[in-house]
């Protein structure tokens, strides 16, 4: 996998109870090793699929357990060097984000990415001595023009965007950020 700060993974989710009761057709393939996957056009099967290529790609068949090991996990294992990390889910309605990003309870096997990276995190402050931790977390939905907190108290509550209005000034090869005064933000 490419060790850029960024990677865009793809997992294809098995076809829901009403997708199957409508006989839809499978056209997505996947060719994890290469990170490739393929979409089909139905309607033009003798034409080639068409082809996207991305970090990471991940079938029907492959587990929570093996993305969060082979992706989350050297991010979570950073988060508990110091580093920052975020894990960002995007999809429309229905594609598998909550199913990958927090799992069934039931059975253990089923987890999702955060319980796991919670696990890791916590497993990772227990095991170290004479060292004081501060954990920090966010999980929000953005969903059109609306952000909620989805560990906050009021889940349904939409949350009001405050703009910062940094600048940038450059000098010399040298980045300066400037921030509007604290009583004005």
């Given amino acids: ?23 839809c057709q499978a056209v997505v393939g996947m ?7 393929f979409i089909q056009n139905p309607g033009a099967t003798d034409e080639p699929p068409k082809q996207f290529t991305f970090d990471g790609a991940y079938y029907e068949s492959h587990n929570t357990e093996q993305i969060y090991n082979e992706i989350a996990y050297p991010l979570v ?62 999980y929000l ?6 952000i909620r907190d989805l560990l906050g108290a009021n889940t349904k509550q939409k949350l009001k965007v405050q703009y910062l209005n940094l600048t940038e000034h450059v000098q010399k090869n040298a980045c300066d950020w400037f921030l509007p005064p604290l009583a004005s933000i």
């Fill in 1 to 23: 996998m490419a060790s850029e700060a960024v990677k865009v993974i793809v997992r294809c989710r098995p076809m829901n109870e009403r997708e199957k009761a409508l006989s």
């Fill in 31 to 37: 060719d994890s090793p290469r990170g490739q996957c």
């Fill in 77 to 138: 294992e950073g988060v508990t060097e110091g580093y920052n990390g975020t894990i960002f889910a995007y999809g429309q309605t229905g594609s598998g984000k909550s199913f990958t990003m927090q799992g069934i309870v039931d059975p253990p096997t089923q987890k999702g990415i955060i319980p796991r990276a919670f696990e890791h995190v916590f497993e990772s402050v227990q095991c170290a001595e004479n060292t004081k931790f501060l954990v920090r977390v966010s």
């Fill in 141 to 146: 939905e953005i969903y059109n023009e609306d």
